[in-house]
C-alpha cells in the first residue's frame, strides 16, 4: 500500500471495504485484492460522553419542581397560555418518513400543549 489513500476504502480501486473480521484480513469485493487491517487506518477511537451534574441544576424549588415535572427537555419558548418562558419538548415521527417530525410542547408551569410540525 503505497502513496495515499483512504482509509476504509481499496487503494486500488476506490470500493468501501467490508467490515474486518477475525482473520485480519479483507478483500475487496470490487477488484478482489486482499489487504491486512493497516488498510482501515488506526482503530483507536476516543470518546467524551458528557452527563449534565446535579451542580448545575437551579436552586429554587420552583425551577426544580418544574424540572422534575417535565415531559422532556426544557427550551427556552414562551407559552401562549400564561407567556411562561419555558416549555418542555417530545418529538415523534408521525407522518411519513421523507417529512419532518412532530414537536409536541409543553409548559412547565400550566401544562398547556401545543404541536408543531417541523
Partial sequence: M???????FCPECGSI???LRMTGNVTCYSCH???????FGSMNMEYTIRFNSYENKKS???DT???EDADGPIVSRRCPNCAN???SYATLQLRSADEG???FFTCTKCKFK???NS
Fill in 85 to 87: 418562558g419555558q416549555m
Fill in 101 to 103: 417530525q412532530t414537536v
Fill in 33 to 39: 485484492k486482499s489487504y491486512n487491517e493497516a488498510v
Fill in 60 to 62: 429554587s424549588k420552583q
Fill in 114 to 116: 401545543e404541536s408543531e
Fill in 17 to 19: 471495504l467490508p467490515l
Fill in 2 to 8: 503505497e502513496g495515499s489513500y483512504t482509509p476504509g
Fill in 65 to 67: 419542581a418544574a424540572d
